[in-house]
């Protein structure tokens, strides 16, 4: 049995929380960057060199790379042989989040219930997903998800005929439907299966697999590349302003389900695909 104390997940939240606002991961990085190099479109070049200039300047400065700092999602991956003492994990998590929005100046954007409207004021409660995995390790993965977006993805209860083909077309319904809004070139997460709850946490998850890290399994690899292709044949643009970069990436999550249904979730993320990851 090994020991965390709530004290040191609260701090690890709150550094990761200010960090991940600020600087991209290196995959997100990379895909932006070859990106430019392959679009044709003159103003998606420069839309795109806009982009990187952004991203230079906010790590330069030490500040955020877009106004929305999003509501946190944090995913705790606890092992068995860990003991949290200290306090309640949650709260630790949620003081965490407090912290390194304050700190960082980053912009508070959750409301306490969702029809009042009244704001948090600190960024809180995060969205917390647990999963329980072997060993003495805590693994943090934060998250942070804008919801210009957000509001652009959908769950499609798609039925087990539909198949592959369904699921092609849920997916490019739903960039279609997003257009400019979704502030393009984005990041697509795809869950396929699982319940109504599932696949839409599997696209989450989804979102936080590096970009230059494909899926393990042969057939939902070719689907990865082949929808990439297919959204950026759209023609929506960086911007939303034409171009043939129109997704920088698109990472596909699948789980058994059952022999009546076949779920789908489509995440949507605009290029400020942000997650950073840590191990304790």
Same mark, same amino acid.
């Given at each position: ?10 701090? %690890?939240?709150?550094?990761?929380? =200010? ?6 991961? *290196?995959? &997100? @990085?990379? #895909?932006? $960057? ?116 957000? %509001?652009?993805?959908?769950?499609? =209860? ?6 592959? *083909?369904? &699921? @092609?077309? #849920?997916? $490019? ?108």
């Amino acid at each position: 049995m090994r020991t965390i104390s709530t004290e040191t997940i609260t701090k %690890n939240i709150k550094e990761m929380c =200010m960090q991940v606002n600020i600087c991209l991961s *290196e995959d &997100v @990085k990379q #895909a932006l $960057l070859s990106g430019k190099e392959r679009e044709e479109s003159a103003l998606g070049k420069q839309i795109l060199g806009q982009l990187e200039e952004n991203m230079q300047i906010a790590a330069d400065s030490q500040i955020p790379i877009c106004q929305d700092t999003g509501m946190t999602v944090v995913f705790l991956k606890i092992g068995q042989d860990v003991h949290i003492e200290g306090g309640f994990v949650e709260d630790a998590v949620n003081e965490g989040i407090r912290q390194g929005y304050e700190e960082g100046y980053l912009r508070k954007s959750v409301v306490g219930d969702p029809l009042i409207r009244e704001n948090t004021k600190d960024n809180t409660p995060g969205v917390i997903h647990y999963e329980i995995i072997p060993g003495d390790k805590l693994e943090i993965t934060v998250a942070p998800k804008g919801f210009g977006s957000e %509001n652009m993805s959908r769950v499609f =209860m798609l039925k087990p005929a539909d198949g592959i *083909e369904g &699921v @092609k077309k #849920a997916i $490019l319904e739903t960039v279609e439907d997003a257009g400019p809004n979704a502030c393009p070139p984005m990041v697509i997460g795809v869950g396929i299966g699982g319940t109504f709850e599932k696949c839409a946490l599997l696209a989450k998850k989804a979102l936080t697999r590096d970009s230059d890290k494909s899926s393990p399994i042969p057939y939902v690899k070719e689907l990865e590349e082949e929808m990439l292709e297919k959204v950026n044949k759209l023609g929506i643009g960086p911007g939303g302003l034409g171009g043939r970069i129109t997704a920088i990436g698109l990472n596909i999550e699948t789980y058994p389900t059952h022999i009546a249904g076949l779920p789908v979730a489509v995440n949507i993320c605009c290029h400020v695909n942000r997650h950073i990851r840590r191990e304790l």
